[in-house]
């Protein structure tokens, strides 16, 4: 198996359990304020990473954490996540999902300037049908972009800066240890909304939301992690459009959507241009 596919494999298997992460933060922020969920599901992994880092016989801090590059990982980070977890809690997960699909038209041109990647007119050509194959789905307009959408927008900012840092982030670092540092950033990310919305007492649905959004997070953080460590960053990259077909089976299956055609032709042209995307990495 090739980088590339092995690269998109590990992409594809964390956009899946990010989509299920999405929904569980959602879910906890019915009950409990969005900046109490993140915090705690922020602590919780960080927790997970750093007996994952003990475990293996690593420093759960890496000397490494104060160099440039995990500092400006941080920043992006904390932002992404920031932006984001306000983005599921105040606007319709679907529509922050498929903005959030922008991100590998930013990694992309960012690996050319940053890493000096060759992006050929025909890659070029594939990522963008997939950007246009969102855009079949999320169709916008008035009702679909409100104000409150620019916290997607930022959201993915952040995700595309924190993903080409990971990708220039010292070898040396483990996945565990990148972990503690992302899950540390993140509970930082938690507290600052907490000082926004205060606190609630938890419910026994809230506490369930937030173990799921932790276990499910851990996992795919770290295959995230990965993906951007195998491979060409602008063949792997555009596999997270997966994540909005993640997001649709999720609708249809536990919320009772009905996708219309021009969606299902939408994630069509999505996997479409994926799947292109790979082949052409082979040649």
């Given amino acids: 198996m090739s980088d590339n596919m ?4 590990f992409m594809i298997f964390a956009m899946g359990l990010f989509a299920l992460e999405d929904m569980a933060l959602k879910a906890a922020a019915r009950d409990i ?23 293996q016989g690593e420093r759960i801090l890496h000397p490494d954490l104060l160099s440039k ?34 991100t590998p038209l930013v990694v992309a041109l960012g690996a050319v300037f940053v890493f000096d990647e060759r992006v050929g007119w025909r890659r070029w050509l594939a990522i963008s049908a997939g950007f246009i194959g969102v855009l079949m789905i999320l169709r916008p307009g008035l009702e679909a972009f409100d104000p409150l959408s620019i916290f997607a927008v930022l959201g993915l900012l952040g995700f595309a800066g924190r993903d080409l840092a990971t990708r220039a982030s010292p070898v040396s670092m483990s996945a565990a240890q990148l972990g503690v540092a992302g899950f540390a950033v993140l509970t930082a990310a938690g507290l600052v909304l907490i000082g926004f919305g205060g606190v609630k007492p938890m419910t026994l649905a809230s506490c369930g939301y937030v173990g799921l ?3 499910v997070g851990v996992v795919a953080y770290t295959a995230l992690t990965r993906a951007m460590r195998v491979g060409e960053v602008s063949v792997v990259t555009p596999f997270r459009y997966s994540r909005l077909l993640f997001a649709l ?26 799947l292109f995307l790979l082949q052409r990495s082979k040649t």
């Fill in 6 to 9: 092995r690269g998109a494999l």
């Fill in 33 to 55: 304020p969005i900046g109490q969920a993140v915090a705690l599901f922020g602590a919780l992994g960080l927790v997970i990473f750093a007996l994952t880092a003990r475990a």
């Fill in 69 to 102: 590059v995990l500092i400006i990982r941080s920043v992006f980070e904390i932002g992404g996540r920031l932006f984001f977890a306000l983005a599921i809690a105040l606007t319709p997960i679907s529509s922050a999902s498929a903005i959030l699909q922008a």
């Fill in 213 to 215: 959004a932790t276990i």
């Fill in 249 to 274: 089976v999720i609708g249809v299956t536990f919320f009772g959507e009905r996708p219309d055609l021009m969606t299902l032709l939408g994630s069509a042209v999505i996997v479409g241009s994926g």
